[in-house]
C-alpha cells in the first residue's frame, strides 16, 4: 500500500516535468535561410555590426517571370518508343532530378524583339547586335512558296506570341545571358540596390535577385515534359507510364467537347500539316500561338509539337549509361572524346558542336512527340523547327510548401 501512493506521487510529479520538456523541445526553433537571427550559431559574433559579416533580408527566392515550379523527385526516364533509329541512344534508366524552374511557354517572337531592343539599347558591339538576329531564311525552299514567313514571321504583330525559330544553340545561350542580366537589373533597382558601386555585378548574397537563366539539362526537359506528377496515388506508387506529355497512347483528346481533337501541334502525315478546311485537325499549318493546346501536369504548355526544343547537353549516343544519376547532364566531352567519332574525316556527324534538342515539331509526325526521343544538330545551326525555352534552379527549396 505504501509503495502504491509513493508511486502515485511519482507519476503525478513526473507527467508535468514530462510535458513541460516536450514543450520545450518542440518549441525550439532552429535558424532558417529567412530567419537566420542575429548573432552566428558558430561562432557566437553578431551580425551586420560594424565590420561584422553582413547578413541580408531574405524571403525567397523571387518570382521568375513566365516560369513555373517543377517539384523535382525520381523518375525513369528513356525512350518509351520502338527505336525506329536503330541508335539505342537514349534506353531507360532511373535518375533523381532536383526541383527546378522552366519557363511555361517557348521563348516567343515578341521576348526575341526585346531582347535585340536591349542589346542594341546596351551599347553592344556591332558584331554582337548582328549576331542576334534569327535566320528568318530558314523557312525558304527551292520547291515551296514560303517566302511570306521570311519577311514576316519575326515582326508582324500577328506573330508576337508565336514561338521564335531560326536561332541556334549558341543564340539561345547568349539570350539567357542577356535574360538574367536584364531580370536582375530591374530586381536590384527595385531593391535599391547601386549596381554601379559593384561594377555592375549584383551579388546574389543580396537575395534580391534570382539564379541565372540557362537552357534546361536534356534530362530536365523530359522529365519536365513526361509532368508524371499526375499518375501517383497514396504514397510512392505511380498508376502508368506516359508515352506523350499525356495519358494514353493515343494524340487525340478523348474528353468532353474537344473530344476528337489533337492535343499537339504536329504532322500527322505526308501533305497533312493542319487537316481539311472547314475542319481543320490541330489548325497549325506552321508553328501556332505558345499558349495553344492544354498545358501538361506542371502547367508546361506544347512540351510536344509546335518547335523541338534545344538542351544544354551535348550529344553524345552512350550519355544515358555515362552520365550521373543524380541530375544527369554531358556538357562536355569528357569519357566519350571527339576523336573517337572520326569527325574530321567525314566517318560520323558527332563533334564537340554537336547540341541535343528534343520533342517534335510543327513538321515532324507523332513519333518525335514522346519526350523520351533525342537528336542532335551542330550549335551554330537553326531550322524553322527548332525553339528553346530557359530554366533556373530552385535555391534551397526542399518541398513546395515547406522552407529551406
Known amino acids: 500500500m505504501v509503495m502504491k501512493k509513493i508511486w502515485n506521487t511519482l507519476r503525478r510529479w513526473s507527467m508535468p516535468l514530462l510535458g513541460a520538456g516536450l514543450f520545450v523541445a518542440c518549441s525550439k526553433s532552429y535558424p532558417t535561410a529567412q530567419s537566420p537571427g542575429g548573432i552566428s550559431r558558430t561562432t557566437g559574433l553578431e551580425y551586420n555590426e560594424d565590420g561584422g559579416f553582413e547578413v541580408n533580408d531574405f524571403r525567397g527566392q523571387p518570382d521568375a517571370p513566365n516560369m513555373v515550379f517543377i517539384e523535382g523527385g525520381r523518375a525513369t526516364l528513356g525512350s518509351y518508343e520502338e527505336d525506329v533509329m536503330k541508335l539505342r541512344d537514349n534506353l531507360e534508366r532511373t535518375v533523381t532530378v532536383a526541383s527546378f524552374y522552366m519557363d511555361e511557354t517557348e521563348v516567343t517572337n515578341i521576348a526575341w524583339l526585346e531582347y535585340m531592343h536591349g542589346v542594341i539599347a546596351g551599347d553592344s558591339s556591332r558584331a554582337f547586335i548582328e549576331s542576334t538576329r534569327p535566320d528568318t531564311t530558314v523557312w525558304r525552299k527551292d ?57 555592375g555585378r549584383i551579388p546574389l548574397e543580396t537575395g534580391a535577385v534570382l539564379p541565372n537563366f540557362r537552357l534546361p539539362t536534356e534530362a530536365e526537359w523530359e522529365y519536365a515534359a513526361y509532368a508524371m506528377v499526375g499518375t501517383q496515388y497514396e504514397d510512392e506508387n505511380q498508376t502508368h507510364k506516359r508515352q506523350y506529355p499525356w495519358d494514353g497512347h493515343a494524340v487525340r483528346n478523348p474528353f468532353g467537347n474537344q473530344r476528337g481533337e489533337l ?7 505526308r501533305g497533312d500539316y493542319a487537316g481539311i478546311a472547314g475542319r481543320l485537325n490541330d489548325g497549325g499549318m506552321v508553328t501556332v500561338q505558345v499558349y495553344s493546346y492544354l498545358p501538361n501536369e506542371y502547367g508546361l504548355y506544347n512540351m510536344a509539337g509546335n518547335v523541338s526544343e534545344w538542351v544544354i547537353d551535348m550529344y553524345r549516343p552512350l550519355s544515358f549509361a555515362d552520365m550521373e544519376d543524380l541530375n544527369p ?45 533525342r537528336r542532335f544538330m551542330p550549335q551554330d545551326s ?9 530554366a533556373m534552379i530552385s535555391a534551397g527549396k526542399i518541398r513546395e510548401n515547406g522552407d529551406d
Not at 549558341?170 to 542577356?178: F, N
Request: proline residues 3%; contains cysteine.
Open 329 to 373: 547532364v554531358r556538357m562536355d566531352d569528357f569519357g566519350d572524346e571527339e576523336e573517337m567519332y572520326d569527325y574530321k574525316n567525314h566517318n560520323s556527324l558527332i563533334n564537340n558542336k554537336s547540341r541535343v534538342y528534343k520533342g517534335g515539331s510543327w513538321k515532324d509526325v507523332a513519333y518525335w512527340l514522346s519526350p523520351g526521343t
Open 263 to 269: 492535343l499537339a501541334n504536329f504532322k500527322r502525315g
Open 143 to 199: 520547291l515551296a512558296y514560303n517566302d511570306q514567313y521570311v519577311d514576316h514571321y519575326l515582326r508582324y504583330p500577328g506573330f508576337r506570341y508565336y514561338p521564335v525559330v531560326g536561332i541556334t544553340w549558341e543564340q539561345a545561350m547568349d539570350y539567357c545571358a542577356w535574360r538574367t542580366a536584364a531580370t536582375n537589373g530591374r530586381l536590384a533597382e527595385e531593391a535599391d540596390i547601386d549596381t554601379g558601386e559593384i561594377n
Open 382 to 390: 537553326a531550322t524553322a523547327t527548332i525553339g528553346f525555352r530557359c
